[in-house]
């Protein structure tokens, strides 16, 4: 039986039905070949997301003047919570797009947003949050994933774990090191897929959520150009804590 939802907005009774109705008949029939057959590959829901990115579900904690939708937290935590209820790999997907959206939203320059966010928030481009390292968990001040900066571009060398939809993602939200001045000396720059020299480990083999790939991604002097940076240098943990 659906669970009763109270919205704080006019619209969040009609954004829970549209998304029911699309689990429904988008999500419910796949979702169990699906899983078992990434419990054994690498395949992995692109379209679902392209789905729910063109009924404007990835898009709606944004605000409206940078393409969102403007919903408040209540409701799209329950928008995701329905997800859940039916594919729950999609509902952490979801969860980790808004990740990497988020710091372009927020600490973005306005040609940064126009030039990434239209395709972030309609699903065309789906991405993945680079945060946590073998030994940089929880305590993401001592990350040693460095961006060196080189005259117009930082060249990025190091390696993250247990990231949600390393190699299928098209851009990797990524936090490196661009000083040793601790949790001040963090940026975030965002990282094309097909930047030469970003590789990916084996998927990690998981009791269950066999869609919501996992793996390593690894900087091997990956070239990005400067503009790519979100906000200041040292401004990374600020902007990390923000999307979390």
Do not use: N
């Not at 379209?47 to 003047?65: H, I």
Request: hydrophobic share 40%; proline share 5%; net charge negative.
């Amino acid at each position: 039986m659906p669970a009763t939802r109270l919205m704080p907005t006019d619209e969040g009774q009609e954004l829970i039905d549209l998304t029911r109705e699309i689990c429904a008949k988008e999500l419910a029939p796949q979702v169990d070949d699906a899983e078992r057959a990434a419990a054994h590959d690498e395949s992995f829901p692109t379209e679902v997301f392209r789905t729910l990115g063109a009924a404007g579900l990835l898009s709606l904690p944004q605000p409206e003047e940078h393409g969102g939708y403007g919903q408040p937290y209540e409701v799209y935590l329950q928008v995701v919570e329905e997800i859940a209820s039916v594919w729950m790999s999609v509902a952490v997907g979801v969860s980790v797009h808004a990740l990497t959206t988020y710091p372009v939203t927020a600490f973005g320059t306005d040609e940064q947003r126009a030039a990434l966010l239209p395709d972030m928030l309609s699903g065309d481009r789906l991405g993945a949050y680079c945060l946590s390292e073998p030994l940089a968990g929880s305590d993401i001040a001592s990350m040693t994933t460095r961006a060196t900066r080189d005259g117009d571009a930082y060249v990025l060398r190091g390696r993250k774990a247990w990231i949600s939809h390393a190699g299928h993602a098209d851009y990797y939200t990524t936090f490196a090191r661009t000083s040793d001045d601790g949790g001040k000396g963090l940026t975030c720059v965002v990282v094309p897929a097909d930047a030469d020299g970003l590789s990916f480990g084996t998927p990690e083999k998981k009791m269950g959520l066999h869609c919501d790939t996992v793996r390593e991604v690894l900087y091997d002097d990956v070239r990005v150009d400067a503009d790519r940076r979100i906000g200041a240098e040292g401004q990374g943990m600020a902007i990390a804590l923000s999307a979390l």
